[in-house]
């Protein structure tokens, strides 16, 4: 079946500029995660997102990062006013959400963010 | 909150040589591990994972992970490496019943050399 899917692939953005980053998940997976690769902090968790309850943002670094997931599905991760900082591999995780399955992750190829 | 070891950044290793990648973890709560792996230019693979049960842990390409709890480490072994085990390797743990975001160690390259 198909995998998690994020797009775009690649995104430059001058400085001060909005982005969006978009995951879809695996059809049935209740759970969504958010996490970022970068060179200097090496994979950090940003946001969880688990059915309907309230996501779990103890991850996002600054306000200028916010996450929604509409109908329990598709995520959007938007960064307000890049800073260069922000350039990294942005990669979407998607899991069953309950048992043991839960636990088990399976991640997109992630969208590669440079910042101008 | 949990934090992730990884001791080695880097391991070179000779092709059917054995490997050990290690991986120390501190935690105040029960923790479930992971190996996951990401080979070049590709995304992020799970390797292996302890959930419950023997702390002897194996995936199919013939890597295995031992969870040691007193000393709170889950060490990557295998035999004998092939050219395409390069990769780099990452270690990391989730809380038990807690919303199972992982939290990763730096990555361990493993470069395997003819």
Redesign the interface.
């Known amino acids: 079946g198909a995998g998690v899917s994020q797009s775009p692939s690649n995104k430059v953005t001058e400085k001060g500029k909005d982005v969006e980053l978009r995951c879809d998940p695996i059809s049935g997976h209740t759970?969504l995660?958010w996490?970022r690769q970068s060179l200097g902090q090496?994979?950090?968790?940003l946001i969880?997102f688990?059915g309907n309850s309230a996501p779990?943002k103890s991850?996002l670094p600054s306000d200028r990062f916010s996450a929604e997931r509409t109908g329990g599905s598709v995520s959007t991760l938007t960064i307000q006013r890049t800073q260069q900082e922000d350039s990294a591999v942005y990669?979407c995780?998607s899991?069953p959400g309950t048992g043991?399955g839960?636990?088990?992750?399976?991640?997109?190829?992630?969208t590669r963010l440079t910042v101008t | 909150a949990q934090s992730v070891t990884q001791l080695d950044s880097q391991v070179p290793v000779f092709e059917e040589a054995p490997v050990e990648l290690r991986c120390n973890y501190s935690s105040s709560v029960s923790v479930y591990l992971f190996w996951y792996v990401q080979y070049p230019n590709q995304g992020l693979q799970l390797l292996l994972k302890y959930l419950s049960g023997s702390t002897l842990v194996e995936s199919i390409n013939g890597f295995e992970a031992e969870f040691n709890k007193s000393q709170t480490s889950f060490h990557l072994r295998k035999p004998s490496v092939h050219i395409s085990d390069t990769a780099e390797y990452f270690c990391a743990v989730s809380p038990k019943g807690a919303g199972n975001m992982l939290t990763f160690g730096g990555g361990t390259r493993l470069m395997v050399k003819p």
């Open positions: 759970a995660y996490y090496g994979l950090e968790f969880y688990q779990d991850g990669l995780a899991s043991l839960a636990y088990e992750q399976y991640f997109g190829p992630g």
